[in-house]
């Protein structure tokens, strides 16, 4: 059983920055990939990024390329999302999630969700 509890969303203006952190309890932490989702209102909850029990594999939505990076401290038993350029359009609840599949898996293969942290970005 793994819990996760994301943190660091707020209010930030356009062209800004925020890192959100996801907490996970559960020794078996470091056997898990990582993501990072978001949900607009009147939307799916889509992908954003994912990262690889150890780290060396990450793969993002090209809508975030180049402005979002995914990391991870397994022995803090943290995943973070360092978002920077921020646009009105990034706007949505971001959520973490915990797969047990490798490599990007999809949506359904999470197995474990945080309750989200909402994200607005004002033009």
């Given at each position: 059983q ?40 009147g939307k ?46 990034d ?16 949506k ?16």
């Amino acid at each position: 059983q793994v819990q996760l509890v994301e943190s660091g969303g707020g209010l930030v203006q356009a062209g800004g920055s925020l890192r959100l952190s996801c907490a996970a309890s559960g020794r078996t932490f470091s056997s898990y990939t990582m993501g990072w989702f978001r949900q607009a209102p009147g939307k799916e909850r889509e992908f954003v990024a994912t990262i690889s029990w150890i780290g060396g594999y990450t793969y993002y939505a090209d809508s975030v390329k180049g402005r979002f990076t995914i990391s991870r401290d397994n022995a803090e038993n943290t995943v973070y999302l360092q978002m920077n350029s921020l646009k009105p359009e990034d706007t949505a609840v971001y959520y973490c999630a915990a797969s047990r599949s490798n490599g990007s898996p999809p949506k359904d293969r999470y197995d474990y969700w945080g309750q989200g942290t909402q994200v607005t970005v004002s033009s």
